[in-house]
């Protein structure tokens, strides 16, 4: 298997290099793991550039909030030899019943490109901070509509109209800043389905790992319901 279990890479925020190309995948499947049972979880197929080589990665997002990191087997490859081992690695990952699709990246700003970041989990050396921030995105980005009251009086509107000129006179620059960083995290998360888990994307298929090799099981994978 070209891809093995390395234990001791937890997360790649301290890896350096630069993100060459990114894969996520559009569902959850299960994954039986040798010393922790069944686990689902998403799939993200990464390459790191780093000093004109490319540092393969699968990385496995449990819904435990964990992360399963797996390496090529010579850690770097050429840049020449990234689309054949790109297809490994897909072939890899949905032979374990995962939908892959690539993120474009060429697509994305600068700006976009230190967002995006945010949003993925592989970069959190604490994977509690990743769902923290991932639930406050979601929470911000349901937004309640309420009754909406209309004033007729002109004295009234003309006094709203007043508070509203305060209130941006006293808006600090920092905050919009803020805020637009946050609206473009929540468009790519929006438009890649980056983060977020859903439980009724959760495939039937059962898969173990067990020293390294990917295996089959057989029968009755997992009890309905």
């Known amino acids: 298997m070209p891809f093995t279990e ?12 630069n993100l060459y190309a990114l894969l996520k995948s559009i569902n ?70 995962f939908i892959i699709e690539e993120v474009d990246l060429l697509s994305l700003s600068p700006q976009e490109m230190r967002e995006i970041i945010k949003t993925l989990p592989f970069y959190y050396d604490d994977l509690n901070k990743f769902k923290e921030f991932m639930e406050e995105m979601e929470k911000e980005g349901a937004v309640e509509v309420g009754d909406v009251e209309v004033i007729d009086t002109d004295v009234e509107v003309e006094a709203e109209k007043e508070e509203i000129e305060v209130e941006i006179e006293e808006t600090p620059a920092k905050e919009s800043e803020d805020e637009e960083r946050r609206n473009i995290i929540k468009s790519l998360i929006e438009k890649y389905g980056l983060g977020k888990i859903k439980e009724m994307e959760k495939q039937k298929t059962v898969f173990s790992f067990k020293k390294g090799n990917l295996r089959y099981l057989l029968g009755k994978l997992l009890s309905s319901g």
């Open 28 to 97: 959850i499947s299960n994954i039986l793991f040798e010393e922790s049972g069944a686990e689902s979880g998403r799939a993200y197929i990464i390459f790191i550039e780093k000093d004109r080589r490319l540092y393969p990665f699968i990385y496995f997002y449990l819904l435990s909030n964990e992360g399963r990191f797996f390496a090529f087997d010579t850690e770097s490859i050429e840049i020449k030899r990234f689309e054949p081992v790109k297809r490994e690695a897909v072939d890899f990952v949905e032979s374990m019943g």
């Open 6 to 17: 390395r234990k001791e890479i937890k997360s790649l925020s301290s890896f350096g290099g």
